[in-house]
């Protein structure tokens, strides 16, 4: 059983349009987060939600929205792609409190045409 | 391919020698620090941690080092085999906060 899963695997759409990522995991993670991983692998976090709650939002643009139906799903919806939204989106949980591993999923890859 | 133009820090060793890939963290605050494995086309993975009242951990053929007077991490992984061949990264993270600060990632290439 996959433990972080994320959809789809492979995302190419162009400029301008509308966009979700849908992540679920099934390990009972109270914490689950959105990384982007540039070209050069860079990882930085975008978003981290407890519980269905947002506890960090990054300098992330407005047009990216998470949404948290449910403590077991984090989705990430992105408004008016642009060229530099290209990247992987990983999505990944934790259990609550701190100085704890996070679990990844697969990944995203976005590419904006 | 996927690999063009990364210009990551990149260690090439022969299988069955020893490596050792280093890591500046940024927080003296930061009290929890991880390797992470990253293959081609995969998520990061999970190796080996630390907390901060530790300078050295043990597990299966990886070692972990932590120097806080210099912010320093290090991994050593015995008897490389081609299979380690993949981008490694340390996070570190600060007691109160559960999400993990990344370091800029180190290619290890291992020939058989």
């Known amino acids: 059983d996959t433990a972080v899963s994320q959809t789809p695997k492979y995302l190419v759409t162009q400029m301008g349009n509308d966009k979700s990522i849908k992540c679920e995991q099934n390990?009972?993670?109270?914490?689950m987060y959105w990384y982007k991983q540039d070209s050069k692998k860079f990882l930085k976090i975008m978003f981290s939600?407890?519980?269905?709650?947002?506890?960090i939002n990054e300098t992330v643009p407005n047009r990216f929205s998470p949404k948290s139906p449910d403590k077991a799903h984090l989705n990430l919806h992105i408004n008016s792609l642009e060229l530099g939204d290209s990247a992987v989106y990983f999505c990944?949980?934790?259990?609550?409190?701190?100085?704890?591993?996070?679990?990844f999923g697969q990944g995203t890859r976005l590419t904006v045409v | 391919g996927e690999n063009v133009g990364l210009h990551l820090p990149t260690l090439s060793v022969q299988e069955g020698d020893n490596s050792i890939i280093n890591c500046a963290y940024s927080?003296?605050?930061?009290?929890?620090f991880i390797w992470y494995k990253q293959e081609s086309g995969k998520g990061p993975q999970f190796i080996i941690d630390i907390r901060s009242n530790m300078d050295k951990r043990q597990g299966q053929r990886v070692t972990v080092l932590l120097n806080k007077t210099v912010k320093h991490l290090s991994l050593q992984i015995a008897a490389t085999q081609p299979g380690d061949s993949a981008v490694y990264f340390c996070a570190e993270s600060l007691s109160g906060y559960s999400t993990l600060t990344f370091g800029k990632g180190t290619m290890l290439l291992v020939s058989p």
């Open positions: 990944a949980s934790s259990r609550s409190g701190d100085l704890t591993e996070a679990f």
């Open positions: 939600y407890n519980n269905k709650e947002l506890i």
């Open positions: 390990l009972g993670h109270d914490t």
């Open positions: 927080n003296s605050a930061s009290d929890y």
